[in-house]
């Protein structure tokens, strides 16, 4: 047995018209913050290389 945070977890399935299925996936906190953290290092990130760029021109 591992110590391992449990998988997100889905909500019922339901189908739209065209088909495509409903799926929502629910986040424990823990997981929408780590969400959270790499967003905001990923954009911290993209930022960082538009500077860089623009320091090249």
Known sequence: M???AP???FTSARV???GHSQHRVVLT???A????RRRSE???KLE???RQAQQKN
């Open 33 to 36: 913050r780590a969400v959270g």
């Open 29 to 31: 906190p823990e997981q």
């Open 7 to 9: 998988g997100p977890r």
């Open 48 to 50: 960082e290389h538009r």
């Open 2 to 4: 591992t110590d391992a």
């Open 16 to 18: 739209d018209r065209q």
């Open 42 to 44: 990923a954009e911290q």
